[in-house]
C-alpha cells in the first residue's frame, strides 16, 4: 500500500506542487474554485499532509506533551481530558505519556517528546521531585508544572510556570466541615511523604485540628500510589483495630473507595458508623451506592489554566512575568458523611 503524495495530487490535478501547496494552506494567490477542486481531490486519494516536514520548516507542530503519572487513576484520566479539550479549542494536539511511579521514566519521557519536536510540556505529578524535572527542561522547552512547586530557589524553578490546587486549604476545609457535623475525633488516612500534595492536605488538616483544640491523627499510605487497593489495605488494616475516631478524611477518592471497600467487608456502617470525607472529586464519586462527600479540585478549570498558560510561554518565550496559579477548591457535600 503505498502513500499517496503532494506530487500525485499534483499530477491528477493538472497543477504545480507548489500550486497544491498553496491551496491547502489556504494563501490567497490561487483561486477558491481551485482550492476546493484541489482539497476534494485529496480527499478522494486519501492524502494527508506531512506534518513532520511541515514543522520542520515552520518551526512549530502545534503538539504539546503531556505526563501523567498513570491514565488508569481517574484523577489523572479526567485531567488528561480537560487538557485535551482545552488544547483542541485553541489548535492543538496533546501526546500523552505515562511515566508509572518510576523517577528515570520521567527524564525518559522529556527526551522523548523533545525529540518529537512538541511544542511545549506539561507534567502533571505531585511528587516532590517533580519542580525540580520541570525545571531543568525550561531551557530547552517551554513547560508548565500542574502540581505543588517545591523548589530549592533556583532561578530556573522561579522562571517554571506552576498550576494548583489550594491543597492546604482542601485540608482546612474538609476538616473543619467535619468538625461542623460535630466530628472531634477525626482521622487524616492515607497521607504519602513523598506527595508534597499530600503533605499540604495533611497540614491544612493539622490546621484546622489545632485551631479547634483537638488532636490530629494521621495514617500513612502503605503504598506507593493513592489507588484503590491501597486505600483497601489501609482500612482492612484500620477496621481491624479498635477505632478512636468517628471521621476519616481520606487523603484522595481513590483512597476512600478502597477504605469503603474495607469497611463494607467488615462490617462497619458509611455513615451510620463512621463519616468518609474524599479529596478529588473524581466521577466515581457521585456513583448511585457511593456518594461520597468531597474537596473538588475543579479539574476543568486547573486543565484549562495549565494549557493557557503553556500557551502563552510558547508564543512569549523570553517572558519575564511567570506565572503562580493557585486554585481554590471546593466542598461537594453528598451522603457519605453525617452529623454525631
Known sequence: MRRVTIKDIAKIAGVSYATVSRALSGSPEISEETRIRIVEICRREGYRANTLARSLICNKTNVIGLIIPEVTNPYYAEIAFGIERSARERGYNVMLCNSGYEDAHVDELFDFLVGHQVDGIIL??????????????????????????????????????????????????????????????????????????????????RDAMEHAGLCAKIAENPGGSSSIEHGYELGKQLFAQTRDYTAIFAATDTLALGLMQAAEECGVSIPGELSLL???????????????????????????????????????????????????????????????
Request: charged share 20%.
Open 278 to 340: 474524599g479529596f478529588d472529586n473524581i466521577s466515581y464519586s457521585a456513583l448511585p451506592r457511593i456518594t461520597l462527600s468531597t474537596i473538588d479540585q475543579r479539574k476543568a478549570l486547573l486543565a484549562d489554566t495549565a494549557v493557557r498558560i503553556l500557551l502563552d510561554t510558547i508564543a512569549q518565550p523570553e517572558q519575564q512575568q511567570y506565572h503562580k496559579c493557585l486554585v481554590p477548591p471546593t466542598l461537594i457535600e453528598r451522603h457519605s458523611c453525617r452529623a454525631r
Open 124 to 205: 502533571a505529578n505531585s511528587r516532590n521531585e517533580a519542580c525540580d524535572w520541570a525545571s531543568r527542561y525550561l531551557r530547552t522547552i517551554p513547560t508548565v508544572l500542574l502540581g505543588d512547586a517545591v523548589t530549592g530557589g533556583t532561578p530556573e524553578a522561579d522562571r517554571l510556570g506552576t498550576v494548583s490546587i489550594d491543597n492546604r486549604a482542601g485540608g482546612r476545609m474538609g476538616t473543619e466541615y467535619l468538625q461542623r457535623l460535630g466530628h472531634t475525633e477525626i482521622l487524616y488516612a492515607g497521607v504519602r511523604p513523598n506527595s508534597i500534595t499530600h503533605q499540604l492536605r495533611a497540614q491544612g488538616y
